[in-house]
């Protein structure tokens, strides 16, 4: 049998018509469509053909995994830097300590990880299939059993509607060709009388990192001015470039007002409720 564990499979559907999964012989099926996915490593791998602008996102992220772990990380360690960020300490503190959670976009499974305590079932979602490697073999490794990991767009997401009590997906969307439309997909995941929680480049807080990055252009990528994630990362190669990358030279970035994203609830009927930091 595909190797899906039985509480992630109740959760998934096929991506093309959003009918129920089984499993198969080494595959999950459709049986509505009659379409089969692959799972490698216990990540199902549930993506249909990728529109180009897509497709040239997931290859970006496949050459360096975003964010990366640093050298002789732990459990403990993830943990204390997920407090650190006020906003994911507040999420924990919201999620209610049994509720099913959805980390769309999740890269390479940090706050799938931070979120994944009590009770709590946690599916981290991307596109990118050795994001979510590096997120499984964390999971592994920090001895977190209550994670799980899925290979999807999020514009024709393998998982079923109405599924999760929360929905989280942050800093994807901006990275999105079509934010709007990528929020309309993710949206009806969440139950009714659920939570969504989007985060997204503000298009006024983002014009410090917009000049140095123009800096960093004109300067053939060499000079990167006043900018404190480098500086935190300059003995990790790896998750120096994966930073470079992301913040640098990603092929598809966009910037939004509140005001914006409180069209996309409204036109998906959601209640809008706050933001943070307040406004």
């Known amino acids: 049998m595909a190797s899906v564990a039985p509480d992630l499979l109740a959760l998934l559907a096929c991506p093309a018509c959003g009918a129920p999964l089984r499993a198969h012989p080494a595959a999950l099926g459709c049986d509505h469509c009659g379409r089969s996915f692959e799972v490698r490593d216990g990540i199902p791998r549930l993506r249909r053909e990728l529109a180009p602008r897509v497709d040239e996102i997931g ?5 360096a995994p975003f964010p990366g772990y640093p050298p002789r990380d732990s459990y403990a360690t993830l943990r204390a830097r997920g407090a650190r ?9 919201a999620i209610a300590p049994d509720a099913k959670v959805l ?3 999740c890269g390479t499974g940090q706050l799938s990880l931070f979120l994944a305590t009590g009770d709590r079932l946690v599916v981290g979602a991307d596109l990118t299939g050795a994001s979510l490697e590096l997120a499984a073999e964390a999971a592994r490794r920090f001895g977190v059993a209550r994670v799980r990991y899925v290979e999807t767009d999020l514009r024709a997401p393998g998982l079923r509607r109405g599924a999760f009590d929360v929905v989280t997906c942050s800093g994807v969307l901006h990275h999105t060709p079509d934010p709007a439309a990528s929020f309309r997909a993710i949206a009806p995941l969440a139950r009714p009388g659920g939570l969504i929680v989007v985060a997204v480049y503000n298009a006024y807080a983002r014009l410090p990192h917009r000049v140095r990055r123009a800096v960093a252009r004109v300067t053939g990528y060499r000079w990167f001015p006043l900018d404190p994630v480098l500086r935190d990362r300059s003995a990790e190669p790896a998750r120096r ?3 470079l990358r992301d913040q640098y030279r ?11 994203v409180q069209r996309w609830f409204d036109a998906s009927g959601i209640a809008y409720l706050r933001t943070y930091p307040s406004t």
Not at 85 to 93: N, P
């Open 241 to 243: 470039t994966a930073w």
């Open 85 to 93: 960020s006020a906003f994911a300490r507040l999420l924990d503190e």
């Open 59 to 63: 290859e970006f992220y496949s050459g």
């Open 103 to 105: 980390d769309v976009g």
């Open 250 to 260: 990603h092929p598809q970035e966009h910037r939004h007002t509140l005001a914006e």
